[in-house]
């Protein structure tokens, strides 16, 4: 068993910064590869960014790149994503995932509701 905790979410202006953090508990992060996926009113849960559970590898959705940045800390037992120049549009609840994929581009690629663990959430509104 996973738990998973997110935080970090709020307010922000159009092209400002905020950085997620994914907390887990129970089995060691490091055997999973690791995700944020973020679901807009209605709109299906998408996949963002993902991060590889042994090299650490990153794969990130095309609106995405260059403006995020997912990172991992296993002896922290923490998952972080930084999003810079957010815009309008990233408005979302943003969702940590956990999974058996060996990459990234694999998580990506399976069926959201797939994956093995989810948090709750945290919301991120960003305001014009």
């Known amino acids: 068993q996973v738990q998973l905790v997110e935080s970090g979410g709020g307010l922000v202006q159009a092209g400002g910064s905020l950085r997620l953090s994914c907390a887990a508990s129970?089995?060691?992060?490091?055997?999973?590869?690791m995700g944020w996926f973020r679901q807009a009113p209605g709109r299906e849960r998408e996949f963002v960014a993902a991060i590889s559970r042994n090299a650490g590898i990153t794969y990130y959705e095309d609106s995405v790149k260059g403006r995020f940045t997912i990172s991992r800390d296993n002896a922290k037992n923490t998952m972080y994503l930084q999003m810079n120049s957010l815009k309008p549009e990233d408005t979302a609840v943003y969702y940590c995932a956990a999974d058996r994929s060996t990459t990234g581009q694999a998580m990506a690629e399976r069926p959201y509701y797939a994956m093995d663990y989810w948090g709750k959430g945290t919301l991120v509104t960003v305001s014009t």
């Open positions: 129970g089995r060691t992060l490091s055997t999973w590869t």
